[in-house]
């Protein structure tokens, strides 16, 4: 998530509903003797033997005051409860002793009013062997905007109660009706292009309604995902926990790893929370009262920064529409750090995609990652840190500790600047050398490899649609990327050369995917000839990093940049591979040290793709000839 999204429509209802709420807790307090009721609990499930026992679980409901719950097995144990003022809310430490039998274990909650149940299972943990795998260099990442992506179930395309309005191909911000049947039934297409692990943007569940107003962006809806109402359920217009568990397992069986997008900074504005929070202070500010983010993201890293600029950075929700979650409420910490693993649990994910991140405390960021690894060793989550600038971004990764003392033991970040060098650099508006000029700052880094190196992603415009993109500038733009050091990350669409401007444009469906479609861009046969070249190109430079560990783990070499050529050598303990990009309209020679990377005279250098022939080395040198606008991958033997 980039910039504000300007969906801001709803702040007077939620006024409305916060003073109706008020009134029915009067309503509640007068009439002590009403039977307990409980609506919802979360977790809903746990495992024995778990890092984190207690558990703790967060109940809503009503006429909780003064409640005492209790087990109905002594295999499982309740404590530390605590109510809140309106009794809608009960938190419950549960521990699990021992290692009982997978199954019902509920709770009971009393009051003077009578008695409810609380619904709590213990499950079997999922095969740790094949399930939370964790992501390294050697995997290739594939980004999925479910309702953009295939629809592979019609029955949910129009939830009961979803107005028609937000469920309309027509309309680029409603809900077009993608869904997980549809990444299930074309798993084979991510294998055969030969990604390794598929990024869905977040499937919470979202509200089915629909936004209005008289600005352009309306009427839209939340069919991106990163406005969560419900942080246990899985979106019904994508499926559900059932057809979620179906695809990871599928996946898996294909060698496919999955990544969750999880959203702790925010939920949705129409979730429950946000007119009755469990804690006064669970999110920062309320619905009537909070600070915007005014986005001065560069405090974060400065030293030197005043305290009010901080806060605002980090308690400022990110627009009227996204209630900011306070990590510094120890209750939410506790919350969002099970939920996290509980996704993960519950479902074999392997990996997760944690949305803007730098707003949220780094203390925060530090023990969710730490939690994450003592239960899962190779889980790995990557930060979003959208920055340009490397000082920033690399203050967020784990391995080293920042000025402030605090290694975030985060995994990776996305490399942003990176990123938009390349973008500059493909389309014609900065040198080529620039590129080396960004990758010195890996300096900063304590290890590149674990940097994700992404194309694009959903909240950029599409390469082919930026000024001065062409498709031979998106397909060297693709092999910088897919050999560069780092986890490759694409973007769906992008190895068929899809157009879109800014969001949601950037956001188009897959030609395919959707019922009626003129033609099916997932076969060969459905492919334009210029798709099917860029198709093409970038399964065949996915499958050379799969071929070659010096692509994957090997040290990065610059050995030649100026305005126009970039040439780097992988090198790893077993090879050399040398990526030679010529983004000039002729073709263009250079000579490269190559005694500096410890090739020999006479060594021979032959190139992996296309027919550009070979060269050997002379007097420690290497004089290439690279063809115009090309990258051309040589091996040396
Ligand atoms: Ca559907
Ligand atoms: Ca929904
Ligand atoms: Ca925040």
Redesign the pocket.
Known sequence: MRTPRSDRPVRLIARAVVSILATAIVVCASSQTSAPAVVKVEPPSWWAGHSINPVRLLVRGKNLVGARVRSTNPAIRASEVFINRSGSYLFVSVTIAGAPKPGSYPLIVETAGGRAMIPFTVELPLNAKTHFQGITSDDVIYLIMPDRFANGDQTNDK?TGSPAAANDRRNPRAYHGGDLRGIINNLQYFKDLGVTALWLTPWY????GVNDCDKPWCPNTYYHGYHAIDYYAV???FGDMATLRELVEKAHGLGLKIVQDQVANHVGSRHPWVTDPPLDDWFHGTAEHHSLNKFQNSVLLSPHANSTEVRNTLDGWFNDDLPDMNQEQPEVTRYEIQNALWWIGSTGLDAIRQDTIQYMPREFIRDLANSLHRQYPQMWMVGEVFERDAAQTSFFIGGHAGWDGMDTKLDSVFDFPLWNTSLLAFTNKVPMRALRDQLKYDALYPAPLKITTLANNHDTPRFMSLEGASLEGAMLHTAFTLSVRGIPQLYYGEEIAMEGKEDPDNRRDFPGGFPGDSRNAFTTQGRTAKEQRMYQWTKGWIRLRAEHSALRRGDLIDLFYDDDAYVFARQDKTETVIIAINRAEKERKVTLPASSIGLKDGADLTSLMGDFGGTQVLNGQVNLSIPPKMAVPYTVR
């Not at 569940?205 to 089915?208: C, E, Y």
Request: aromatic share 12%; proline share 12%.
């Open positions: 939830p569940d979202n509200w089915n979106e019904d217009h």
